[in-house]
C-alpha cells in the first residue's frame, strides 16, 4: 500500500475503527434479530458496537501480513457460509438475496457485516496461536507417555468410559440399515451391493458367533464389544501419536476426554453402523499419512509403514464406496507433492488397486451379488429435476415433459420433492428406462440446467448446507427406527439408566450448551478443519496440509449425498478435525531463511 494511504489510515485511524464497528454492529443486530422494532432493542446493539470497537482497535495491532491475508480469506469464506446456509436453513431458497438488485445489496451488506466479525476474531486468534508455544516443555506423566503401556491405559480409560451406555442399550443400537445387514448376514435376505461387504462379513462372523449360543443377540453384543475395542484402539494410538510429536500434554488431555465422554462417540462404537468403523479408519489414515508428509525421507523407505498405509488405504476403499472416488481426487496431489518418492508411491497404489479390484472380483463373483442401483449416485440430478418441475411446470415444453415422466412420474415428482432429502425422489425414479437411454437424459439434464440455474444451484445447496453451515439442526445418533423390517431381539437395559435419560441428555441438554453444542455441528467441525490448514498455512509446514486434501475430497463426495446433514457419513472428518487442530497447533513453525523461503 502506498506510504500516503498509510498516513492517512493512521490519522484517521479512530474514525475507521468505528465505520467498520458500526457497519458490523449493524448487519449482526439486523440479521439476528430479523429486522426488530427499535423499542426496548437499541442497548443490544449499542452492546454489539461497544464490543466490535474494542476487539478492531485490538486487531489493528496485528501488524503480520500473512495472518492479515489468512484471516481475510477465511473470514469472507465463513461469512458466504454463515449467510448464504441462514437463508437456505430459514427458506430453502436463495430469493430473498437475488430476486432483485436491493436484495443483492442486502446481501453484500450482511456478507461485509460478518466477514468484519470473523476478520478481527481470526486476527487476534491467528496471532495468538503464533505466539504461544503449544508444544510439551514439562516433565511427561508416567501415565502418558509415548510407551505401550501408556497406550494401552488410554485405550482401557476409552473403553471403560463407553461400557455404560454398551450396558443400558444392550446388546448395541441399530436402525433400518443395522436391520437389514443382519438380514443379509444371516442368509434371510440376499445380500447386496448396497452395503459394504466386507462390513457385512464382520456382522455374518459375529452372528455365527451368537448362533453357538443360539442367540442373534449375542452375536450383536459381539459386534458391539469388537467395535468398541476397534475404535477405543484407533483413539487410543491417536492420543500416542500426539504424545510423540510432543503436542502438549494439556491439548492431549482435552483430546482424550473428547475421545472417551462426548456421548455421541460413546454411541456410535455400540451402533451398527458402517459409518462408525469407516470413521474410525479415515482417523487413522489421516494420522499416517500426517506422520508420512513429516517425515517422508524415512517412511516411504519403510516397508514396515508403507505396508500399515496400504492396509488403512485398502479399508478406507472396502467400507464406503464413495471413499474410492475421494481417493482418485487426492491421489494426483500426493503424487505432486512427494514426486521425489514416486516409486513408492506407485507401489502403494498398485497395491491397493490390485486388493480392492480382487477383493470386490471376488466377492461379487463367488457370492453373485448384483451391481448396486445407479440411482445411489444420482440424488443431486435427480433433486435438480424434482425442483424444476415443481418451481417450474408451466415452462416446461410437452418434449421435455414427455422425457421426464419416461423416468420420473411429472404428475407426482413436484410433491414428492423434499428440499433436504432426495429418498422420496428416488423412490420415483425409473432405472431401467434411464439405463437404456443415458445420453437423452443427460441432455435433458444439461438443458434443463441452461434454463433453470438458480434452481439448479438452489437444490444443491439446499442438498448439502448442513456440511458447511454451522447453525443445523439434526438427528446425530441411531433412533432405533427400522421400518417394516422386524428385529429379532428388543434391546433393553442391564442397569437402573434407562436410555430415555442419555437421549435426552445427548439430543436435549448438551446440544444447548455454548461450546458442547459446537461439538455436535458438521458445519463447525468442517470450519475447524479450515483454521487448521491456516494454520498450517502461517507455520510454513505447505507439505503438511496434503493429508487435509483426502479429508476435503472425501467431503466433497458427501455433497452429493441423498441427506442434508448426516452426521454418520461425515463422522471420520468430525471426529478428525479436534486431532487435526492440535496437530496445527503442536507442529513448530518453520522459518524462513535469508532468501525468506522456509527452512
Known amino acids: 500500500m502506498p506510504e500516503f494511504m498509510l498516513q ?70 465463513f461469512s458466504l457460509f454463515t449467510i448464504i446456509g441462514d437463508a437456505l436453513h430459514r427458506t430453502l431458497s436463495l430469493s430473498e438475496y437475488c430476486y432483485s438488485f436491493s436484495a443483492i445489496l442486502k446481501c453484500c451488506f450482511f456478507v461485509t457485516g460478518f466477514a468484519i466479525l470473523y476478520y478481527t476474531l481470526l486476527l487476534l486468534l491467528l496471532d495468538l496461536v503464533m505466539k504461544l508455544d503449544f508444544s510439551n516443555r514439562v516433565k511427561e506423566f508416567a501415565c502418558f507417555t509415548d510407551n505401550h503401556r501408556s497406550f494401552l491405559l488410554v485405550w482401557a480409560v476409552i473403553f471403560l468410559c463407553w461400557i ?4 443400558v442399550y444392550y446388546p448395541g443400537l441399530f436402525s433400518y440399515d443395522s436391520v437389514l445387514q443382519i438380514k443379509q448376514a444371516t442368509g434371510e435376505w440376499p445380500i447386496t451391493a448396497h452395503h459394504p461387504l466386507i462390513h457385512t462379513g464382520i456382522i455374518a462372523a459375529c452372528m455365527k458367533f451368537g448362533e453357538i449360543f443360539g442367540s442373534l443377540e449375542v452375536g450383536t453384543a459381539t459386534y458391539s464389544i469388537l467395535q468398541m475395542l476397534a475404535m477405543s484402539a484407533i483413539f487410543a494410538f491417536v492420543i500416542r501419536y500426539l504424545t510423540k510429536i510432543r503436542v502438549r500434554y494439556v491439548i492431549r488431555l482435552l483430546i482424550l476426554l473428547y475421545f472417551a465422554l462426548f456421548p455421541i462417540n460413546a454411541l456410535y462404537s455400540i451402533t451398527m453402523w458402517k459409518d462408525v468403523l469407516f470413521g474410525g479408519i479415515t482417523l487413522a489414515l489421516f494420522i499416517l499419512l500426517f506422520e508420512t508428509l513429516r517425515s517422508p525421507e524415512t517412511l516411504f523407505a519403510s516397508k514396515r509403514h508403507l505396508i500399515i498405509l496400504s492396509v488403512f488405504i485398502v479399508l478406507f476403499c472396502l467400507f464406503r464406496n464413495n471413499a474410492l472416488y475421494a481417493l482418485v481426487l487426492f491421489t494426483p496431489v500426493i503424487f505432486i507433492v512427494c514426486r521425489k518418492y514416486w516409486r513408492s508411491l506407485a507401489a502403494v497404489s498398485l497395491a491397493c488397486i490390485v486388493v480392492v479390484g480382487a477383493f470386490n472380483i471376488t466377492a461379487f463373483s463367488i457370492l453373485k451379488i448384483p451391481q448396486g442401483s445407479i440411482v445411489e449416485s444420482l440424488s443431486v440430478p435427480l433433486q435438480q429435476l424434482a425442483r424444476t418441475v415443481r418451481d417450474h411446470p408451466y415452462e416446461l415444453t410437452e418434449q421435455e415433459k414427455t422425457a421426464i415422466n419416461e423416468i420420473l412420474p411429472i404428475d407426482q415428482v413436484g410433491a414428492a420433492y423434499s428440499a433436504r432429502l432426495s429418498d422420496p425422489v428416488k423412490n420415483l425414479f425409473n432405472k431401467e428406462a434411464f439405463s437404456a437411454n443415458k445420453g437423452k437424459y443427460i441432455s435433458l439434464w ?111 463426495t458427501n455433497l452429493a449425498s441423498p441427506v442434508f446433514a448426516e452426521y454418520r457419513y461425515m463422522f471420520g472428518i468430525v471426529i478428525s478435525a479436534p486431532v487435526a487442530l492440535a496437530l496445527a497447533l503442536g507442529t513448530p513453525r518453520r522459518e524462513p531463511d535469508a532468501e525468506g523461503k522456509p527452512l
Open 164 to 167: 455404560p451406555y454398551f450396558l
Open 446 to 556: 444439461a438443458k434443463l440446467f441452461v434454463k433453470h440455474p438458480k434452481t439448479y444451484v438452489e437444490s444443491f445447496l439446499c442438498n448439502n448446507y448442513g456440511y458447511w453451515y454451522p447453525d443445523v439442526d439434526f438427528i446425530t445418533s441411531a433412533n432405533g427406527f427400522t421400518g417394516d423390517l422386524e428385529v429379532p431381539f428388543q434391546p433393553r437395559s442391564l442397569l437402573p439408566i434407562q436410555p430415555q435419560s442419555i437421549e435426552k441428555y445427548n439430543r436435549e441438554l448438551l446440544p444447548v450448551i455454548p461450546v458442547f453444542s459446537m461439538l455436535y455441528s458438521i458445519g463447525f467441525m468442517v470450519w475447524i478443519l479450515i483454521i487448521s490448514v491456516g494454520i498450517f498455512i502461517l507455520k510454513r509446514q505447505k507439505r503438511l496440509i496434503v493429508p487435509f486434501v483426502l479429508l476435503g475430497t472425501l467431503w466433497l
Open 8 to 77: 492517512i489510515l493512521r490519522r484517521f485511524r479512530g474514525w475507521w475503527i468505528c465505520a467498520l464497528a458500526f457497519v458490523s454492529a449493524v448487519a449482526l443486530y439486523l440479521f439476528l434479530f430479523n429486522y426488530p422494532s427499535a423499542s426496548g432493542k437499541m442497548v443490544i446493539w449499542f452492546a454489539i458496537f461497544v464490543g466490535l470497537v474494542l476487539l478492531i482497535r485490538k486487531s489493528f495491532t496485528v501488524v503480520d501480513k500473512r495472518i492479515k491475508q489468512v484471516s481475510f480469506v477465511f473470514a469472507l469464506l
